[in-house]
């Protein structure tokens, strides 16, 4: 009797199309299809926030996304732009889909120290649309975010606060655009009162090497060095801004001098790497390699920045 029924079960459940409750493991190399790849990520509600603090917290890397898998609906060029020649971590955030439309994947990608959170669109055919990234840590900012909500609109926050007290945010409002095939940006909102200058992390700290100092283009355009540990080492603090703003890259390190007048910035596990050419009035910088962590996409860390003279020390009476 209980075999009987242990057999009309397993036919009802065939015929019914049952499916194992258990999702498939995408942490391999063999191809799976689309659906089980979309359906890994776990459902979320809306509004979905992914934070720099939530791109900090650990996974369980029983949830890795291998490369092969990943790389077989959403193309390479994705983690390049932000991780080069790296291979990150990739691991599932949340999912989403707005009735009849876009599906809405959210992704966290990590190598090292280094994390970026991203949002990705298949169509209602679960066809890959296009990327956008959300957020990423190591940015000189007190706060980021990115953000989907009911209405399906995308919002990437940033704040610095000032010693002051003051803080200085740009939030960007973006609709995915189905006839463009492209995140489209429907409202900016910079409180510009407060962002005319640019807060200089590593201003108030020692400038006795013979490179230190200030070299400025203008508030929001400069490059500046400190003393490092040692002889060898140099701190330094670049931020730039481009086309009327449109394209904005800050970064902080050390660079290790190569020689007399060349200093290089180069971390381990990050595939950024910027050259420093020193003379007695200007600096050169060159972006060596991928530093599209730092900076938006049309726009590199280079150019001409002339030295900023000090001022001479008045002597007592």
Known sequence: MNRLLLALCLFGCIAAGCKDDKKTSLSGEEPVEVEDFIEFFPEVKLPFVVADTTLTKKISDSLVISHAIFNQFIPDSVLKKDFGKTTPKIYPLGRTKEKG???????????????????????????????????????????????????????????????????????????????????????????????????NPIDTLSQKNRYTGDYPVNKKNFVSFRDGRNASEILFFTHFEKDKGECVGELKGTARFVSSKKAVYKEAGNPCSLEFTFTTSSVVMKEVEGCGSYRDIKCFFEGTYPKKKSKPVKKKA
């Open 101 to 199: 439309k876009e599906t809405y994947l959210f992704v966290k990608a990590q190598q090292g120290t280094k994390r970026v959170g991203y949002l990705i669109t298949f169509d209602n055919k679960n066809n890959y649309l296009n990327t956008l990234r959300l957020v990423r840590t190591g940015e000189n900012y007190t706060y980021v975010y990115g953000s989907l909500d009911k209405k399906f609109q995308i919002t990437t926050y940033r704040e610095r606060r000032k010693s002051s007290g003051e803080s200085t945010f740009k939030r960007n409002i973006y609709i995915y655009n189905s006839a463009s095939n492209d995140f489209t940006l429907i409202l900016t909102e910079p409180n510009d009162e407060l962002i005319e200058d640019v807060l």
